[in-house]
């Protein structure tokens, strides 16, 4: 029997309001403790972004993917997960690993290049960064599948980009995720850009939900910039999913508002207008405001989430530089079995 799949939904979820005429919405399941929390995660996410730029301007790591702007889907949606679900992220979401634990240090040695920067994916539940594009939606709908066969409750998360979306790996991972059911959500960063490219050069679908109409799978769209519109939908696409409903395609809408990575120079070809705008609107502040507004946060409780992220930060690049330098053998004796004799000399 053909899978029951409503078309996409075009409408933006939202649930922050502005403090004027669009009022706060709120969220199920989510008490003060839980909201100071979020709170937080996004106060560690933007504090290892802006350290990050500067870490690299100091040449303390290398090329870095800047994701201002983009921690409100990062946290919103690996916040509805359960601690046992996966995550494979891609290089936009390199620093997702903190919010399961994982010391800024090994991060900030992978934007160095160094092998410490490779953690066991088992110990945090997040596979290895993805920057090939797209390439590992087929291993978060195979690891899905897998754990669905193996009789467990866990489910994948998979993120990518709009530019991902015209990528053979993606249409063959939602594919097959879609015809086995396989318990993983679809969250599309759809920051309008493939670096340079613009979404419209992109795609001739009037939004990229729309695709999952094709696959066989309900598509949401939701205010990338709202953490608790992305929570709510990622939630609702895991409790599907848990329920044996399969996947979810989640296209969270943003506009990037920094560069691609620290090497790009987006006023070439970005809407300066659209920008200045977005970073008004800027999520982790977008959040912060609704928690006065509800009376939830203090100056006090935000100065200490800021201080205890930079602290951490501090003590993360120090860790990071303080790693031994190491063997170049590595780079050969994980590519080959028997490396070719030219590899020898010298
Ligand atoms: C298979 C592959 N092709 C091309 C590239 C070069 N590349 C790096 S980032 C990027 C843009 C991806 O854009 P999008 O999917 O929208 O993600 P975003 O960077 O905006 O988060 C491209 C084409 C790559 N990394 N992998
Ligand atoms: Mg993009």
Known sequence: ??????????DVRR???????????????????ALLALYRDLVLLRTY???????????????????????????????????????????RESAIGLLRGMPPEIVLAWWRGHPAGWWDPREYRVASIAVPIATHVPHAAG????????????????????????????????????????????????????????????????TLADKAV???????????????????????????????????FVEALTYRSAPHATADDPTAYWDAERVEEERRN?????????????????????E?????????MKKGITAAEAFPPPDPEVVFSHAYVDPPPGFREG
Not at 286 to 292: A, D, N, P, Q, S
């Open 143 to 206: 690891y899905a599948w897998g754990a669905k066969l193996k009789g467990e409750s866990a489910c994948a998360i998979a993120y990518f980009g709009d530019g991902a979306t015209s990528e053979g790996a993606f249409h063959e991972g939602a594919n097959f995720a879609a015809v086995m059911r396989a318990p993983v959500v679809l969250l599309c960063n759809n920051n309008q850009w493939a670096i340079s490219t613009p979404l419209s050069a992109q795609t001739r679908a009037e």
């Open 304 to 312: 200490e989430a800021r201080a205890d992220a930079l602290d951490r």
């Open 15 to 33: 649930v922050i309001g502005d403090g004027e005429g669009t009022a706060d919405g709120e969220v199920d399941g989510l008490d003060e403790a």
């Open 49 to 91: 972004d802006e350290r990050s730029v500067v870490y690299h301007r100091q040449g303390r790591i290398g090329t870095y993917a800047i994701f201002w702007g983009h921690e409100a889907m990062q946290a919103g949606s690996a916040f509805a997960l359960a601690d046992e679900d996966w995550i494979f992220p891609s290089y």
């Open 214 to 248: 094709g696959y066989g799978m309900p598509g949401i769209r939701v205010d990338g910039g709202d953490v608790l519109a992305v929570y709510e939908a990622t939630a609702e696409a895991l409790r599907r999913a848990r329920a044996g409903e399969g996947p979810t």
């Open 1 to 10: 029997m053909a899978a029951q799949v409503l078309p996409a939904e075009h």
């Open 282 to 302: 800027e999520c982790v502040g977008r959040y912060e405001r609704y928690l006065r507004r509800l009376g939830v946060l203090t100056d006090a409780v935000a």
